[in-house]
T-cell receptor, first 116, second 117 residues
Framework: GENVEQHPSTLSVQEGDSAVIKCTYS??????FPWYKQELGKGPQLIID?????GEKKDQRIAVTLNKTAKHFSLHITETQPEDSAVYFC???????????????FGKGTHLIIQP | DSGVTQTPKHLITATGQRVTLRCSPR?????VYWYQQSLDQGLQFLIQ???????AKGNILERFSAQQFPDLHSELNLSSLELGDSALYFC????????????????FGNGTRLTVT
């Protein structure tokens, strides 16, 4: 099945600086790559996603880049703020055995800490 | 607010017991997914239902089962509970059968925290 590796597991940055989280995936057939933010006591919230025919997507202070050849994608957060502190998960689609539908495999998460 | 509703928020029970977790998907979503989140295993896919039918199975134990009802709400049943079943259980929903995609993203509820003592 699909394997998604996510690094780093913990990232501490000064408020106002940028943060980058990287993921690699194993299944070359993966075609959709969402990122989720999980705050304490809440479920993962979709913050940005990209499909395989797009190399980069930006939404205000967050951006995602995808390199299909290298099978890696990254989340970039600029001008970090205290409310960006959370756990971030990357994910990639994979085809269920038997075909017909896709599932999502998640990375293990990155705990982002914004230092004031 | 994702629109996915899960109850209860917290559940404390003893080993050997059986519990039922409930989920209502977002309005218009036909697919329901169940995930287990533990500290060491991350988010693990358990099972997917689409319009009342089981669609795919992940790492779901035989002691666990689920169903989706005609009104599209879903229940996850956990039986013969063990200490190791303590975890957060998330329900998520999407619009289509084909799974999460750019046009049909996956949205999560806030989970049920299960503690087995």
């Amino acid at each position: 099945g699909e394997n998604v590796e996510q690094h780093p597991s913990t990232l501490s940055v000064q408020e106002g600086d940028s943060a980058v989280i990287k993921c690699t995936y194993s299944d070359s057939a993966s075609n959709y790559f969402p990122w989720y933010k999980q705050e304490l006591g809440k479920g993962p919230q979709l913050i940005i996603d990209i499909r395989s025919n797009v190399g980069e997507k930006k939404d205000q202070r967050i951006a995602v880049t995808l390199n299909k050849t290298a099978k890696h994608f990254s989340l970039h957060i600029t001008e970090t703020q205290p409310e960006d502190s959370a756990v971030y998960f990357c994910a990639a689609t994979f085809m269920y055995s038997g075909g017909g539908a896709d599932g999502l495999t998640f990375g293990k998460g990155t705990h982002l800490i914004i230092q004031p | 607010d994702s629109g996915v509703t899960q109850t209860p928020k917290h559940l404390i029970t003893a080993t050997g017991q059986r519990v039922t977790l409930r989920c209502s998907p977002r309005s218009g979503d036909l697919s329901v997914y169940w995930y287990q989140q533990s500290l060491d295993q991350g988010l693990q896919f358990l099972i997917q239902y689409y319009n009342g039918e089981e669609r795919a199975k992940g790492n779901i134990l035989e002691r666990f089962s689920a169903q989706q009802f005609p009104d599209l709400h879903s229940e996850l049943n956990l039986s013969s509970l063990e200490l190791g079943d303590s975890a957060l259980y998330f329900c998520a929903s999407s619009r289509t059968l084909q799974g999460p995609s750019y046009n049909s993203p996956l949205h999560f509820g806030n989970g049920t925290r299960l503690t087995v003592t």
